[in-house]
């Protein structure tokens, strides 16, 4: 069953490129999909219009079955969590423990319940000595963290991840990566926007924009195997499927074979 | 500056911190209340007692209170004088007769002067202030060579200094006690207390929870705006922007500098704020629950009820003396 169903999307800023066009895509329930396109491609534009904080020029989007318009909004809001790129910018609470609970407060959880999730939810984000500190006084990775804990906390049935970790240090990235696994399998939908294929290739489902356009959809390993499409997306590749292609083209012999072993890495 | 969240804020233990915000501000409002109904030096003095047990009883230093009334000093004393020159009722306690004379006018010059360049290298600024404001009315008083400028009489009355005294200890009581909640409450928790009283003026469709959103928001936020306003300073100062000096045009276009980058920013955090709460279901004047909340005790009944006695017995003083 799709969760996310969205036809024919198109919407622009106030000039007249489009961000985005003719954008048609669905999501199935308890999936995890990626969306993987480089700087601009519309990627945040579209997470926007997804929960209706943006209104599209043309085009539906159908959230668990309901249209979304300006009464089902707010239901709508409601089963979507999504994590937004900057995490200055979405720090709502005075403290941390306070920026945890403010979805949660929205929902109106009851308190008790708040208090043992900010609990839960600061550890499993390793937050928890920092749960009186002020926003100023935490780094750009720690407010990820905090972002991320706040919207987890929610409980909704789909959760979006804008860059979500593109300030996490690789071992806080791994983690939150296994954890969105763990939430995933739990039936939680996840959609993760990024522009690293490395992010991409854990997810079921991979979606490619480029200039506002899907240019491929499909399973993940389709996609990475879809050499034309790849090379087409202003992508930067891994460089173990660069390595494949290239072997691909080249007969192989060892000398070939350690050439280009040189000239990717020369080239990393 | 970027204390600004926690304010005053003292950690403690005492009484006045286990009270609920609530009733810490409405005990406020009636302890203020009393003060200004009554009008004899010793009431008030028997006020400003009552003051020191609460300083006494919650543990609150006298020298933190004392760093409270700083700010206030400058009006404290210029109300002092104003009374004392221009009260002229009661009995005469003391008249001097101040000549200005060729010789010390600049004596009066110089020992200003020498205040001015010297204030900076002495600790207690206003005890210095006042001594030589002191040291020159002695000067005027006594010391009278040459010949006469203008000369006037300083006379000072009973009514005056006790007048004088009335309202110096009825301002250092008001400070006193709004010290005494800044530095026992927290500013999230005195804007909940807040919300809470304002509350009924939804009546008169002023939505108190909102306000109380957009304080501490304001209160999240101030810290944030101060480092980029910071770091704007910086950047401009690397392409040779100096804001410690210029003439007043060059400072207008250095203030102008910063703060159109300010405002630009500004603008775009509050839309990308407005989103995420948006995003987080957050539907202004929608009911929601609350991670802290209040809870009213014993003690607020208690602290309530000592300060409708005080209130009482201030109106009954007021009325039968
Ligand atoms: N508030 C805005 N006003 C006008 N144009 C905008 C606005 N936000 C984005 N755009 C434009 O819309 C296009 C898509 O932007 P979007 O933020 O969706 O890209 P993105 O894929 O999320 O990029 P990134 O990887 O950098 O986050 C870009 O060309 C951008 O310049
Ligand atoms: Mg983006």
């Known amino acids: ?268 | 500056m970027k204390n600004i969240i926690i304010g005053q804020y003292l950690p403690g233990t005492s009484f006045l911190y286990k009270m609920d915000p609530r009733s810490k501000i409405i005990a406020l409002m009636i302890l203020m209340i009393s003060t200004f109904i009554l009008k004899d030096v010793t009431h008030i003095l028997i006020m400003l007692g009552v003051v020191l047990l609460i300083l006494k009883i919650g543990g609150i230093p006298i020298a933190r209170i004392a760093r409270g009334l700083k700010p206030i000093m400058i009006l404290l004393l210029f109300t002092f004088t104003f009374q004392i020159i221009f009260i002229k009722t009661g009995t005469l306690i003391f008249d001097a007769e101040l000549t200005l004379t060729v010789f010390t006018l600049p004596l009066m010059i110089f020992i200003i002067l020498f205040w001015y360049l010297t204030r900076r290298y002495i600790k207690f600024k206003f005890l210095y202030l006042l001594i030589t404001a002191f040291g020159i009315l002695t000067m005027l008083a006594l010391y009278t060579p040459g010949s006469v400028l203008s000369s006037s009489t300083l006379e000072v009355y009973g009514d005056g200094l006790s007048g004088a005294f009335f309202i110096m200890v009825r301002l250092i009581i008001i400070v006193t006690l709004s010290t005494i909640l800044t530095l026992t409450t927290k500013p999230t928790d005195l804007n909940l207390g807040l919300e809470k009283i304002l509350k009924p003026l939804s009546i008169i469709r002023i939505n108190a929870e909102e306000i109380a959103m957009i304080i501490s928001i304001a209160l999240r936020y101030i810290p944030t705006l101060l480092d980029e306003a910071n770091k704007i300073m910086l950047a401009q100062a690397s392409r040779g922007v100096d804001f410690t000096e210029g003439k007043l045009k060059d400072k207008v276009m250095q203030i102008i500098s910063l703060l159109v980058p300010m405002f630009i920013i500004s603008f775009k955090r509050s839309d990308d704020l407005a989103n995420a709460m948006e995003a987080r279901s957050f539907v202004p004047g929608k009911r929601r629950t609350r991670l802290h909340t209040l809870s009213w005790h014993n003690l607020d009944t208690t602290v309530i009820v000592f300060c409708i006695f005080i209130f009482i017995s201030a109106i009954t003083v007021r009325v039968m003396f």
């Open chain 1, 1 to 268: 069953m799709n969760i996310i169903e969205i036809k024919d999307l198109s919407f622009s800023y106030q000039d007249e490129i489009d961000a985005l066009s003719n954008v048609t895509l669905s999501v199935k329930k308890g999936e995890w999909v990626s969306i993987l396109g480089h700087n601009g491609s519309g990627k945040s534009t579209l997470s926007k219009l997804i929960i209706g904080l943006l209104k599209a020029d043309s085009g539906e989007i159908k959230v668990d079955g309901v249209i979304l318009n300006e009464e089902s909004v707010h239901d709508i809001r409601r089963k979507i969590g999504i994590v937004f790129q900057n995490p200055d910018n979405q720090f709502v609470g005075v403290t941390v423990e306070d920026d945890i609970a403010f979805g949660m407060e929205n929902l109106c959880f009851e308190q008790s319940d708040i208090i043992d999730k900010i609990k839960e939810y600061a550890e499993k984000v390793s937050m928890s000595e920092y749960l009186k500190k002020e926003p100023h006084a935490l780094s750009g990775g720690q407010k990820q963290r905090v972002a991320i804990a706040g919207i987890l906390a929610m409980k909704t049935d789909i959760i979006i991840f804008d860059e979500a970790t593109s300030m996490l240090d690789p071992k806080g990235r791994e983690s939150i990566m296994n954890y969105i696994k763990e939430i995933n399998k739990a039936g939680v939908t996840v959609i993760t926007i990024t522009h690293d294929m490395k992010e991409a290739v854990l997810s079921d489902r991979i979606i490619i924009l480029k200039e506002g356009r899907v240019i491929a959809c499909g399973d993940t390993n389709d996609i990475l195997n879809d050499k034309e499409t790849l090379n087409s997306s202003n992508l930067e590749l891994l460089l173990p499927l660069k390595l494949q292609y290239l072997l691909d083209e080249a007969n192989l012999s060892n000398d070939k074979v350690k050439d280009i072993l040189w000239q990717l890495s020369l080239n990393k």
